[in-house]
Nanobody
Framework: QVQLQEFGGGLAQAGASLRLSCAASGRPFSPYAMGWFRQAPGKERELVAAISRSGGSTYYADSVKGRFTISRDNTKHAGFLQMNILKPEDTAIYYC????????????????WGQGTQVTVSS
């Protein structure tokens, strides 16, 4: 099990940018695929973006495609979500998640989760 902690949430105006970080500890991070999820009040948790363990493959939900970029730095045991052109509908708690992966592929269900960081976008 890898421990995950998110950083970088906060309040932003529509059109602004935020960068979320996910720090991994407890195990080497490179064998883990990771993803960023979000959950808005009254809504189900949704996968926003995912990245394979090498970073060679990425996935984005249609709602964030072209605005958000997922990346990772295995040497620093960290993942990132760059969020640009933020919209009020991006307001949610954002979670990073990871799963040990034997293949360098995108994963859609995860075992290990951070506690989340709040992102609030005002109009």
């Amino acid at each position: 099990q890898v421990q995950l902690q998110e950083f970088g949430g906060g309040l932003a105006q529509a059109g602004a940018s935020l960068r979320l970080s996910c720090a991994a500890s407890g195990r080497p991070f490179s064998p883990y695929a990771m993803g960023w999820f979000r959950q808005a009040p009254g809504k189900e948790r949704e996968l926003v973006a995912a990245i394979s363990r090498s970073g060679g493959s990425t996935y984005y939900a249609d709602s964030v495609k072209g605005r958000f970029t997922i990346s990772r730095d295995n040497t620093k045991h960290a993942g990132f979500l760059q969020m640009n052109i933020l919209k009020p509908e991006d307001t949610a708690i954002y979670y990073c998640a990871a799963k040990l992966s034997w293949a360098d592929v995108i994963i859609y269900d995860y075992d290990d989760w951070g506690q989340g960081t709040q992102v609030t976008v005002s109009s």
